[in-house]
């Protein structure tokens, strides 16, 4: 898949498949099938169903040194797949598919139908690959602040991929974008400005070397693959405007003869001239269902790989009668060319869900033909018609529509598109039928009949329910009657009121509704046995997958060890010292006795013979690894562990008698010293005994323990060292507080200034002796 099939995809012809979607959904016998076919070099055969229906496109490929045949929808099921394991720190749970705007409702069931074969089962839409390109342009505007809801803003899309051509209009307005267009040529693209230029090298070959070839080189798909590579280079190098030609050298193209020639820009243009003039038509078409002009657009966009090329931007630019000397011929580039489909998939996925919390954006979809409901034949015996076109072209989906009939017994509803779906391009050859519903009613008299078909989220077609609709008569008490009834149950005695009234019935009606049974037949429909059989068969190929890969990254991880060992052994910046002569030879031998064996004999193994293989090497590589990473890190180790024993013979050199460690015990004291005297001594004959080993033996000390006794005298010392001092007792604490209370109330009477009192004389039993004060009245 990806990148490891792209390396092998010339020489692997036969085994690799591209352009599923081409294929997707078609009957074997389809014109459109049969026309890429002949264009595939990998080899399709027809695949019959259960249902009866027709041949579907299956194919054969060696996989395991077995013949097998795959659905194509499954191999397309697989890429998707393929690509949600890209990202394997969260791979994706919900999936927006893209699809082009023209799948027909059997294109559309089958990518779903792959997608669940490959095992994805949350596919939350399949969307136009156009309508993806405007939600991510769309986006990107509205968070500007360029649109507004007074006046949409309609811009034209055109995209042109490797294998088809659209043109669609889009009104934008804040939070809303609305498809009023969607117009394509499916069978113009890059691949076919590719293939005129491979045509042209061909020809050129061919009179160089005539007479000289064993055949014709667009008889043979190796070949032709390799011209076509050359071919798309060559468009690449024109594609720049003022690139005037492109060199194309080719090494043996063919029956080992090397070809080289010039193509000029103008000659290219000119054998493109038919391609070229059919990017008219969907332009017009578009402008015509809209009722635009090319002034009415506030920006033509392009996308896809086919639009960079030179000739296809001018003639683009005249069309629309745009500034061909300006920038990209006046034609805009506001989106990434290849990423904007990606990228609005992705927008669409975290709008639709629920693990995502974004603004709402509403899209309104354009149904690209239009779909009639039929029953009884299209037209009654008296000429009536029995037939109404339920969603029309342009209509938006997800949306439900009824038709209601009168039937008794079991009973057909048709599906299919509308004869005026030819005028909107409808796939020529295509089958216009989508699904029939046998609906199964009561027998018996002719009952009222809801039909709902529903047009869902993907486009496709089906059947939401079927109701038979009766009005029922029931029989209801009034409700004087009922409180009567119910003051006559509370009567012990049982004795009956005088003039009771009599029950009044009233006659209510209303409406039921009975869902009938009902089946969908379908021309291409893969059944839930079929689909179970290859789900089963796609685990299968998966874990041969997983095994050969697992088995792949072994035999290279043997292969990398051995080639690294080989040059750092004979190395004396390497392994070469820490080996004695009869390890480093031992060692060597082993490694070239592996890496013969890996060439001849074990190309083919096992993981597990890898893995032992590997073990083997390892326990005679393993110490010689061991004694350089200590070698490297044990200096660094002894500087940390002699700086810290040098730390703390200092501290308690020098603190013993300070005041601000008076609280730490003779016994702590004795203990640190104790700790620290002993790491010193250890720390010295470690030091002299392995000063006595040469780097070829293994090491006195390790790192791991040098490091160790650094955190023992740490851990031993350092709590001493900070221990704090002890808080005071309560009784001299609070003693404290209350002398401080006396001091600060005394502090502030001395700052006080005395008051005069002016006081009255009392008597014993407390009257006032004072005389009265003379008032002037």
């Given at each position: 898949m990806g990148e490891a099939a792209s390396i092998t995809a010339t020489s692997n012809f036969r085994n690799t498949i591209k352009n599923m979607k081409r294929l997707i959904g078609l009957a074997f016998d389809d014109p459109r099938a049969q026309t890429e076919m002949k264009r595939s070099p990998f080899t399709c055969v027809p695949m019959k169903h259960s249902s009866g229906g027709p041949d579907s496109i299956g194919v054969q490929v060696n996989f395991n040194s077995e013949e097998t045949i795959i659905p194509i929808e499954a191999i397309a099921?697989?890429?998707?797949?393929?690509?949600?394991?890209?990202?394997?720190?969260?791979?994706?749970?919900?999936?927006?598919?893209?699809?082009?705007?023209?799948?027909?409702?059997?294109?559309?069931?089958?990518?779903?139908?792959?997608?669940?074969?490959?095992?994805?089962?949350?596919?939350?839409?399949?969307?136009?690959?156009?309508?993806?390109?405007?939600?991510?342009?769309?986006?990107?505007?509205?968070?500007?602040?360029?649109?507004?809801?007074?006046?949409?803003?309609?811009?034209?899309?055109?995209?042109?991929?490797?294998?088809?051509?659209?043109?669609?209009?889009?009104?934008?307005?804040?939070?809303?974008?609305?498809?009023?267009?969607?117009?394509?040529?499916?069978?113009?693209?890059?691949?076919?400005?590719?293939?005129?230029?491979?045509?042209?090298?061909?020809?050129?070959?061919?009179?160089?070397?005539?007479?000289?070839?064993?055949?014709?080189?667009?008889?043979?798909?190796?070949?032709?693959?390799?011209?076509?590579?050359?071919?798309?280079?060559?468009?690449?190098?024109?594609?720049?405007?003022?690139?005037?030609?492109?060199?194309?050298?080719?090494?043996?193209?063919?029956?080992?003869?090397?070809?080289?020639?010039?193509?000029?820009?103008?000659?290219?243009?000119?054998?493109?001239?038919?391609?070229?003039?059919?990017?008219?038509?969907?332009?017009?078409?578009?402008?015509?269902?809209?009722?635009?002009?090319?002034?009415?657009?506030?920006?033509?966009?392009?996308?896809?790989?086919?639009?960079?090329?030179?000739?296809?931007?001018?003639?683009?630019?005249?069309?629309?009668?745009?500034?061909?000397?300006?920038?990209?011929?006046?034609?805009?580039?506001?989106?990434?060319?290849?990423?904007?489909?990606?990228?609005?998939?992705?927008?669409?996925?975290?709008?639709?869900?629920?693990?995502?919390?974004?603004?709402?954006?509403?899209?309104?979809?354009?149904?690209?033909?239009?779909?009639?409901?039929?029953?009884?034949?299209?037209?009654?015996?008296?000429?009536?018609?029995?037939?109404?076109?339920?969603?029309?072209?342009?209509?938006?989906?997800?949306?439900?529509?009824?038709?209601?009939?009168?039937?008794?017994?079991?009973?057909?509803?048709?599906?299919?598109?509308?004869?005026?779906?030819?005028?909107?391009?409808?796939?020529?050859?295509?089958?216009?039928?989508?699904?029939?519903?046998?609906?199964?009613?009561?027998?018996?008299?002719?009952?009222?009949?809801?039909?709902?078909?529903?047009?869902?989220?993907?486009?496709?077609?089906?059947?939401?329910?079927?109701?038979?609709?009766?009005?029922?008569?029931?029989?209801?008490?009034?409700?004087?009657?009922?409180?009567?009834?119910?003051?006559?149950?509370?009567?012990?005695?049982?004795?009956?009121?005088?003039?009771?009234?009599?029950?009044?019935?009233?006659?209510?009606?209303?409406?039921?509704?009975?869902?009938?049974?009902?089946?969908?037949?379908?021309?291409?429909?893969?059944?839930?046995?079929?689909?179970?059989?290859?789900?089963?068969?796609?685990?299968?190929?998966?874990?041969?997958?997983?095994?050969?890969?697992?088995?792949?990254?072994?035999?290279?991880?043997?292969?990398?060890?051995?080639?690294?060992?080989?040059?750092?052994?004979?190395?004396?910046?390497?392994?070469?010292?820490?080996?004695?002569?009869?390890?480093?030879?031992?060692?060597?031998?082993?490694?070239?006795?592996?890496?013969?064996?890996?060439?001849?004999?074990?190309?083919?193994?096992?993981?597990?013979?890898?893995?032992?293989?590997?073990?083997?090497?390892?326990?005679?590589?393993?110490?010689?690894?061991?004694?350089?990473?200590?070698?490297?890190?044990?200096?660094?180790?002894?500087?940390?562990?002699?700086?810290?024993?040098?730390?703390?013979?200092?501290?308690?050199?020098?603190?013993?008698?300070?005041?601000?460690?008076?609280?730490?015990?003779?016994?702590?004291?004795?203990?640190?010293?104790?700790?620290?005297?002993?790491?010193?001594?250890?720390?010295?004959?470690?030091?002299?005994?392995?000063?006595?080993?040469?780097?070829?033996?293994n090491p006195a000390v390790t790192v791991a323990e040098i490091n160790g006794k650094s955190n023992e005298i740490t851990k031993a010392i350092s709590p001493i060292m900070h221990k704090p001092k002890p808080k005071p007792k309560v009784e001299e604490k609070k003693a404290e507080e209350k002398k401080a209370e006396e001091d600060k109330a005394k502090s502030e009477e001395d700052k006080a200034e005395p008051m005069d009192t002016d006081e009255k004389p009392v008597t014993e039993d407390g009257e006032d002796k004072t005389e009265p004060m003379d008032t002037a009245e």
């Amino acid at each position: 898949m990806g990148e490891a099939a792209s390396i092998t995809a010339t020489s692997n012809f036969r085994n690799t498949i591209k352009n599923m979607k081409r294929l997707i959904g078609l009957a074997f016998d389809d014109p459109r099938a049969q026309t890429e076919m002949k264009r595939s070099p990998f080899t399709c055969v027809p695949m019959k169903h259960s249902s009866g229906g027709p041949d579907s496109i299956g194919v054969q490929v060696n996989f395991n040194s077995e013949e097998t045949i795959i659905p194509i929808e499954a191999i397309a099921g697989m890429l998707v797949k393929h690509m949600g394991s890209i990202v394997k720190d969260a791979p994706p749970v919900d999936w927006v598919v893209t699809i082009p705007g023209y799948y027909t409702d059997a294109q559309r069931r089958a990518l779903i139908a792959g997608c669940q074969i490959a095992g994805l089962d949350g596919i939350q839409r399949l969307m136009h690959e156009h309508t993806a390109t405007a939600l991510a342009y769309g986006i990107f505007k509205d968070i500007r602040k360029e649109f507004n809801k007074e006046k949409p803003t309609n811009v034209m899309f055109i995209d042109m991929g490797e294998t088809s051509y659209s043109c669609s209009i889009v009104a934008f307005e804040t939070g809303k974008l609305k498809v009023k267009t969607a117009q394509f040529d499916e069978n113009l693209g890059g691949r076919d400005f590719d293939q005129k230029i491979a045509e042209w090298i061909a020809e050129k070959f061919e009179e160089k070397y005539k007479g000289k070839l064993s055949g014709k080189p667009m008889d043979k798909p190796k070949v032709v693959l390799k011209l076509l590579s050359a071919a798309e280079k060559a468009k690449k190098t024109l594609s720049p405007a003022g690139v005037k030609e492109a060199r194309i050298n080719l090494e043996s193209i063919m029956d080992d003869l090397d070809f080289n020639c010039t193509l000029q820009a103008t000659e290219y243009e000119e054998m493109c001239t038919d391609l070229l003039a059919r990017l008219n038509p969907p332009i017009q078409r578009a402008l015509a269902e809209t009722e635009l002009t090319p002034k009415d657009l506030a920006s033509i966009e392009i996308v896809g790989g086919g639009s960079r090329v030179g000739c296809v931007k001018r003639t683009l630019a005249k069309i629309l009668g745009l500034d061909e000397s300006a920038t990209n011929n006046g034609l805009s580039t506001t989106l990434n060319a290849d990423e904007a489909i990606a990228r609005g998939a992705a927008l669409q996925s975290a709008i639709l869900s629920p693990r995502f919390k974004v603004l709402p954006y509403e899209i309104i979809e354009c149904n690209p033909f239009p779909v009639k409901i039929s029953w009884d034949g299209e037209v009654s015996e008296d000429g009536e018609s029995n037939s109404v076109v339920m969603f029309d072209r342009g209509s938006t989906f997800n949306v439900v529509r009824r038709v209601t009939l009168r039937r008794s017994g079991e009973f057909l509803v048709n599906a299919a598109y509308d004869e005026t779906a030819e005028n909107f391009e409808f796939p020529e050859g295509a089958n216009k039928d989508i699904v029939t519903f046998k609906i199964k009613a009561p027998e018996g008299n002719e009952n009222k009949i809801r039909v709902n078909v529903k047009q869902d989220i993907h486009g496709t077609i089906l059947l939401s329910s079927a109701q038979m609709v009766e009005e029922v008569i029931e029989e209801d008490k009034d409700e004087e009657m009922k409180d009567a009834e119910a003051k006559e149950g509370d009567d012990k005695e049982g004795e009956k009121k005088e003039g009771e009234e009599e029950a009044k019935v009233e006659k209510k009606k209303k409406i039921k509704k009975t869902n009938l049974e009902f089946t969908q037949i379908r021309s291409l429909e893969w059944t839930k046995t079929e689909m179970d059989a290859f789900f089963e068969k796609e685990v299968a190929m998966s874990n041969i997958d997983r095994v050969v890969k697992e088995t792949a990254d072994m035999r290279n991880e043997l292969e990398s060890y051995v080639y690294d060992m080989r040059d750092k052994i004979i190395s004396e910046s390497q392994l070469a010292p820490y080996g004695s002569e009869e390890e480093k030879q031992t060692f060597s031998s082993a490694l070239e006795t592996t890496e013969n064996w890996l060439y001849e004999d074990g190309f083919d193994a096992k993981k597990s013979v890898y893995a032992e293989k590997l073990e083997q090497l390892r326990k005679l590589g393993n110490p010689l690894q061991m004694r350089q990473s200590e070698a490297q890190a044990r200096p660094n180790a002894m500087n940390v562990l002699q700086r810290t024993v040098e730390k703390y013979q200092s501290w308690l050199n020098t603190s013993s008698a300070d005041e601000q460690y008076s609280h730490i015990t003779e016994e702590e004291w004795a203990k640190a010293r104790e700790i620290c005297d002993s790491t010193s001594n250890w720390m010295y004959e470690a030091m002299d005994k392995q000063g006595s080993l040469s780097p070829s033996q293994n090491p006195a000390v390790t790192v791991a323990e040098i490091n160790g006794k650094s955190n023992e005298i740490t851990k031993a010392i350092s709590p001493i060292m900070h221990k704090p001092k002890p808080k005071p007792k309560v009784e001299e604490k609070k003693a404290e507080e209350k002398k401080a209370e006396e001091d600060k109330a005394k502090s502030e009477e001395d700052k006080a200034e005395p008051m005069d009192t002016d006081e009255k004389p009392v008597t014993e039993d407390g009257e006032d002796k004072t005389e009265p004060m003379d008032t002037a009245e």
